[in-house]
């Protein structure tokens, strides 16, 4: 009997061991530091904490990431963990904490939720594997230096994320400034630049610069304020997904490139966001389809289309006109997997021939 017994308490204590064990590899410690601005240290201590959590939750998700998939994708998941980097904290100590100099320094213990910050890197993978990472065009409504250094900034911060860029000069020197940017001024010119250029997002730009002078004493101050806006449209649909701006005082050059990197990032969030609730909501795809002969026709096609095809709740009819349709299809899913049902449709003896997709969009023809 006491041998028993004895077996039982080494097996619970091993137990618990490797609980504590467990538990103890998701604790990480990380330093946090910020600057203590006219002499005031309870300010700087916050925000100093706040950036050793940020680190803390960097040095996991470092230790988690193993795959290549997961490597490449490694500043898209970062990015959008950061933003929301206390959701997967548990608890923290303070170590130690000092001022250093003009710096406030403090290390944490931080007991990340490991599950939880698991689930949102699948998450964000998911999100940019469904979506095929659509590629990007920017039109900025000048093309002075401002617009540029803006353009300039927003690319790179894209390309970093993974997203393809069209580059816009080469098109502009086919198409011609003055002629591109009139074509974004309606619905219908947006969804003619993404179709000729092979975008599935328009983001239109715009720079202001302000400058005022004001004198102090006998000396004449100058002061830049730049204003950085942008509206992300779906280019398929014409419909606008996200509009920001971004406002930075200083020197042109630097400022304008801090507001038009700030302001993709926070794009780069809106979109994301959106792309999640397309895929676990309900999304909406733009059907066209030519080859019809009659009205009825189309109607029969509706009818098909909401048996036959999954994940369909509702088929809207924008336009009709000689045979060709424009439909709005609310889908529970991805427009390849509709696009795949669309084609093993058949009517009145006749197929369904899928002649272009794309991320949002489906152009069909119903053929002999």
């Known amino acids: 009997m006491k041998k028993l017994i004895f077996i039982i308490t080494v097996a619970v204590l091993s137990l618990l061991f490797s609980h504590f064990d467990a538990h103890a590899q998701d604790k990480i410690r990380a330093v946090g530091m910020a600057t203590i601005h006219k002499g005031v240290i309870d300010i700087a201590r916050d925000k100093a904490i706040e950036n050793a959590q940020r680190n803390a939750v960097e040095e996991k998700v470092g230790v988690m990431i193993t795959s290549v998939s997961e490597i490449e994708n490694y500043q898209v998941k970062l990015d959008q963990i950061l933003s929301e980097s206390k959701g997967f904290i548990n608890s923290y100590k303070i170590i130690s904490e000092k001022r250093e100099g003009k ?68 098109i502009k020197k086919i198409k011609g400034d003055e002629d591109l940017r009139s074509l974004t001024g309606d619905r219908t010119g947006i969804k003619k630049i993404a179709h000729s250029y092979g975008a599935e997002i328009i983001i239109l730009g715009k720079v202001e610069v302000v400058t005022r002078s004001f004198k102090m004493g006998d000396v004449e101050i100058s002061a830049n304020e730049v204003t950085v806006s942008g509206k992300v449209i779906n280019g398929d649909t014409g419909e606008v997904i996200a509009t920001d701006s971004k406002v930075r005082k200083g020197e042109v050059k630097l400022t304008t490139e801090e507001a038009a990197r700030d302001l993709a990032k926070g794009m780069k969030e809106e979109i994301l966001e959106r792309w999640s609730s397309e895929l676990t909501n309900v999304a909406t795809v733009t059907l066209e389809v030519s080859g019809l002969k009659s009205y009825h026709d189309l109607s029969r096609f509706k009818e098909l289309l909401s048996a036959e095809a999954k994940g369909v709740k509702q088929v809207l009819q924008r336009s009709y006109r000689n045979g060709e349709a424009e439909l709005d299809v609310e889908i529970r899913g991805n427009t390849q997997s509709l696009a795949d049902d669309i084609a093993a449709i058949t009517m009145n003896g006749k197929t369904i021939k899928i002649v272009n997709i794309t991320q949002n969009k489906i152009e069909a023809k119903l053929v002999p």
């Open 103 to 170: 710096n406030y320094k403090v290390m944490i213990e931080a007991d990340i939720g490991v599950g939880r910050l698991r689930d949102r890197m699948s998450a964000v993978d998911l999100i940019m594997l469904r979506k095929s990472k659509p590629r990007l065009m920017f039109i900025f409504s000048d093309r002075a230096q401002k617009d540029a250094m803006a353009e300039a900034s927003m690319t790179r911060y894209f390309i970093a994320q993974g997203f393809k860029v069209i580059d816009a000069d080469s």
